[in-house]
């Protein structure tokens, strides 16, 4: 009993910890091939790398820029993408020996495809890297066919597309006029943001590059803000401001007006209205996430002024301490223009150092309409680009940290709820191939739910949103996935409709299911702010306990039967309805002694079965103060010990079945039958159990085979989907040892990453950056949190299960936590 006390210690200690990460942990997850979330593929043998990606504006047809093609794919089906047309663009063999002459490897050789932009209304512009030596064509958009110019000569993509495909690149197109931030030669070190494709007045324009105005950029994206007829671009540099630390990555918002058309004598044929200034995510001393990722733009709800568009980046860090984890920032365009509006740094041209010297201001770097200016005012802007204040992000905190993925990509959208508010929505794309879905509330994001869209993490990616078609595109090497924003229906009770916070979904009581929130004529059930079950359901489920059901005990529901003999370690399992909820486990009228049992970090419960611990057990779960049954056991002593082939091996197989209250079956004992197991098995309403009927937990797709004792008497191999106990022929001795040498390697586990982290901050204290005090004390709660949640992992032994599918329906995804573990949210630790 001592190794238990021991044992319930750290069990608790694990708990506390759990539910410290457990912040933002996504609350639902879908790995591929889940049916609650039916995606639909694209992918051929013949396309490869669809990774560039530009939706019609009907949002029927997605195009798509591929290796040596573009696409054409019809979107317009909600189960399938098919393929209108393919338009082949490649190099020719002889290009390609070339390239690989050069020295480049061959499958970098073909032509990506890295722009693809409207035009006009009948002509598309792509380019594309074309053998290391970029070029561009026109698409004819009616009969989706290249465009030969006049010339007879292809376009040159220099400027326009990378060399590299592995390289990131920018490009837009306004009135016509292509925009691009790219490298624009061979070795890849001339970055330029240029103008192509003027016309009349307009000249093309591009960067002067005397003065370094970028210093070794990677461009993440660029954006017309049409009220103030600028163009945004969004970049990491070398921050040579910060030139006491060596190779300090910034992220940049550099701006130009679309009305440039460069100067007279200075600056001719370059722009004069380049500026730039420095994006900070960062709270208050913390360590900064510098590295921009991703960004995209928000527009202001309906009604109010422009300078409320968001932007919302996703950042990483440059130092070891945090990488890993990802912030998202939001941007003001307000705070941005006062930025811009502002003082600049004067660059010292002799030792090249920035100052903040003030000097008579000539000019305001970054104001349209420039072309006239004097020469003596065009060489101060020329010399005046960089703001001297920083963007800071909206609230001067960051918008959300990920403790534990890195982000590559978002797209957001507002969605207002049943009771007419707005939610800011973000679709967040894992390196590991998951999206998590976010919604913002006042107390943080919540992470609704994370789909799996790619096996295997991906060099070169993208995000695209439909907000009239309520999908995300995601393009990658392995092919295009549609993602539906959200399928409400997946939630079968008004509680777990509510608790997922989903602002798309709310409760029709009328009709009793969970459905696209505004699609409910009145009563929605929806609280995406609290989650409030009680308030937002006006009859959540009832819930069943042991103490408002007095009488004898043959009256309580007979639950699943687990026939055990004694002395035997009896395990009963828990499912998982969130990974937000808390289970915990009650018998009637007595209180589990944590000395008799043993309730693990997974839910389940394991104790010694003896006359005393026979009886009926209930397993609840708690998640944001409301309350719900998960499952009910009833422990029995077999009578007759049969031999039996119920394996030990057989606890590898752990029940997934989400979570829901007791139902009651039609007919009496019928649920013990062998063959009940029904795929086809309606949706249970909830229904409180009535008096000696024998209650189910729900069953969900998941489909194994255990041994269950009748009534008692014989036992028969019964076919559950999901059941949820076991039984083991173990004697007890054996069974605690293989627990506590669990226990103590997820101790020994524990103590390595601890010390590892402590290790980490040690050393993070000689990383640049740590002139403010208390920032490593910060900086050690994520750290240690992450170390934690890897320690636990042996423990936790698939603990993200159970959020399949409730349906029913067939569902070939390997369980028992591998699609978890395999894409990197918890270490595979061994045991
Ligand atoms: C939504 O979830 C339900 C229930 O799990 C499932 O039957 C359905 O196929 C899902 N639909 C989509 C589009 O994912
Ligand atoms: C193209 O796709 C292949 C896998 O099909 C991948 O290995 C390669 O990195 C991709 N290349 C680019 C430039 O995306
Ligand atoms: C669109 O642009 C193409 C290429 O510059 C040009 O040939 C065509 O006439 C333009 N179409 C319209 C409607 O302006
Ligand atoms: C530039 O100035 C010249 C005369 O100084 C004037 O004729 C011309 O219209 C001006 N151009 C613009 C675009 O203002
Ligand atoms: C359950 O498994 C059996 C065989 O193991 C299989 O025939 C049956 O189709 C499965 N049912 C479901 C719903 O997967």
Redesign the pocket.
Known sequence: MEHQGLLSIIVVILWVMAVCVARLTPRVSFPMGTPGRCLSRFDSSDVGNTTTLLLSDDGDTLFVGARNAVLSLDVSQEDAIVMRSKLDWSPSEKDLDECSMKGKKKTDCPNFIRVLQF?????MYACGTFTFSPRCT?INSETFSL?TSPSGKPEEGRGRCPYDPYQRNSAITVD?ELYTGTVADYMGNRPVISRH?SEGGHVDLKLDDTLGWLEDPTFISSNFVPSEEKIYFFFSEVGREYDFIDKFTVSRIAQVCTSDVGGQRTLQRRWTTFAKAQLLCQSDNELPYNVIQDIVTLPPPEGAPVDDTLFFGIFSSQWSVNSGQSAVCAFRLGDIKAVFAGNYKVLNRDTLRWSMRVQEKVANPGECGLHNASDNTLRFVKENFLADDSVHPVGRSLTMVSPDQRYSHVVTQRVQAANGKDFTVLFLLTESGYLHKAVLLEKGAHIIEEIQVFEQPQPVKNLLLSISKGVVFVGSSEGVVRVPASNCSYYWSCAECVLSRDPFCGWDPSVKVCTHANSIQDNVGQDVEGGNVQEACASPMPKFRFGLNKGKADSFPVGELVSVSLNEVVRLQCPEASSLAHRHWERPNSRLSPDLYLQLEDGSLHFLATPATLGHYLCLSTENGFQQNLAIYQVKQKSSPTPQAAAPGMMTTRPQSPALPPTTQAGSGGWLTPHLTGPKQTKPEPTAPARETPVTTRRTSRNFTFWVAQSGETETEAEWQGGEKLLLGQTYLKELVVVSVLLACCVSVLLTMALYSVRQRCRSRTAPQTNTPGRDSERGGPQEREALRGGQSPCSNGMRNGQMAHNGQANGVVCNGTPRGSNGHLPNTPI
């Open positions: 035009l006009n209304s009948t002509h026109y465009v016509g494709l």
